[in-house]
Structures are given as structure tokens and as C-alpha cells.
T-cell receptor
Framework: DTEVTQTPKHLVMGMTNKKSLKCEQH?????MYWYKQKAKKPPELMFV???????INESVPSRFSPECPNSSLLNLHLHALQPEDSALYLC?????????????FGEGSRLTVL | SQQGEEDPQALSIQEGENATMNCSYK?????LQWYRQNSGRGLVHLIL?????REKHSGRLRVTLDTSKKSSSLLITASRAADTASYFC???????????FGTGTSLTVIP
């Protein structure tokens, strides 16, 4: 299984809602990532988890809250988002967070904040 | 957090022609990777080149790396309509645990 699965594929939420994005991989990878991608822009790194511990937070606003319950799962909890947070949210994994291997991406969750 | 810049921003070629895109980055790296993204989809890894390598081939792909100029190029030979996509270079930071993507090149291959 070489897949990273993200759910939901599409999400529409209001600014007062609380929702979560989920990501799952069963490749035994020990590093997982959240990226945010706006239209016609490159993915921007948000968070890196290494061995289930948060190792990188790229100064992301606290309305985005990551969680890594176990080595296969990565969540991104969303609360009080703004319309400018509308984007494609991409989850990725790699064997280790050492920079020596490739990233495997999910298909993304397209978020629209009204 | 954006590490690299790519040019051209957009490239349109006829099927069968070669496509070359360039990536420049700012800091020391351990390796550089290239990814492809079809519209609205996830990214797919194409090739990785380590900082001590100068050239690498994979099928119709040829990647070069010049660490003295902090630049890399991706050549796609004998392009096909299915190669139409955005192409991004990605570099890891010195610490090795952060991957940053370049601005991307949008490639259109006309059948």
C-alpha cells in the first residue's frame, strides 16, 4: 500500500464552525506533513511530525491545530477560520523526517471557508 | 518558507518536443527533488538528486544539479500530452526535516 488517504475531499465551513481534516498512511512512514496550497501557488509547509511528535510549526495561526494520534494518522483541527484560509490542504508522509527520501502525497482536502 | 524559484512560470510545447524547466534555491541542501501535480490533485514524486550528484536520469527525465550556482534543471524528452501538469522542485533545509517547494512551472503539451 503506497497510498496516503485524505478525508474529506471537499469541505465547506463557516467561520464559527469546528471541523477536522484526516490523513492516513500504512507505509510505516514515521514523518508526516501538512501543506497548504492556494490556487496557482506552490505548497506551503505548515507542520511536520516526526515519530508522532510535532517537530516543525511554520508559525501557523492557532486556529489550525495538528494532532498525530499514532504513527499512521494525522489530523488537522480547524476552528474559527477565515475566508483566506480557503485552500487545498495536502498531507504527505516520508519514511523519516531526515530529508533523504521522497514525500508521498494524498490527493488533498479542498477547504472553502464562507 | 518558499525555498526556490522556477522558470519559466509557464511553458507550452508541441507533443514530441523536449521541455526544460529550471529551479534556483537559496540555501545549502542535502538533496533536491522534482514533483509533478496534475490540476487540483496531489503531488507525485518524479526524481531525487543528492547534493553530491551532478546529473541523474529516470526514463524520459534528466535532472542536473549545480550546487555552486544553487540551481537545478529538469528536462523531459519526447513530451506527451499526458505530461501536461505543474512541476515543482523541492529542497530540504540544512536540518533536513523541512521540504520547501519552488514556485512551479506550468507545462502544457499540445497534441
Amino acid at each position: 500500500d503506497t497510498e496516503v488517504t485524505q478525508t474529506p475531499k471537499h469541505l465547506v465551513m463557516g467561520m464559527t464552525n469546528k471541523k477536522s481534516l484526516k490523513c492516513e498512511q500504512h507505509m510505516g512512514h514515521r514523518a508526516m506533513y501538512w501543506y497548504k496550497q492556494k490556487a496557482k501557488k506552490p505548497p506551503e509547509l505548515m507542520f511536520v511530525y516526526s515519530y508522532e511528535k510535532l517537530s516543525i510549526n511554520e508559525s501557523v495561526p492557532s486556529r489550525f491545530s495538528p494532532e498525530c494520534p499514532n504513527s499512521s494518522l494525522l489530523n488537522l483541527h480547524l476552528h474559527a477560520l477565515q475566508p483566506e484560509d480557503s485552500a487545498l490542504y495536502l498531507c504527505a508522509s516520508s519514511l523519516r523526517a531526515s530529508g533523504s527520501g521522497e514525500l508521498f502525497f494524498g490527493e488533498g482536502s479542498r477547504l472553502t471557508v464562507l | 518558507s518558499q525555498q526556490g524559484e522556477e522558470d519559466p512560470q509557464a511553458l507550452s510545447i508541441q507533443e514530441g518536443e523536449n521541455a526544460t524547466m529550471n529551479c534556483s534555491y537559496k540555501t545549502s541542501i542535502n538533496n533536491l527533488q522534482w514533483y509533478r501535480q496534475n490540476s487540483g490533485r496531489g503531488l507525485v514524486h518524479l526524481i531525487l538528486i543528492r547534493s553530491n550528484e551532478r546529473e541523474k536520469h529516470s526514463g524520459r527525465l534528466r535532472v542536473t544539479l549545480d550546487t555552486s550556482k544553487k540551481s537545478s534543471s529538469l528536462l523531459i524528452t519526447a513530451s506527451r500530452a499526458a505530461d501536461t501538469a505543474s512541476y515543482f522542485c523541492a529542497t530540504d533545509a540544512d536540518t533536513g526535516n523541512q521540504f520547501y517547494f519552488g514556485t512551479g512551472t506550468s507545462l502544457t503539451v499540445i497534441p
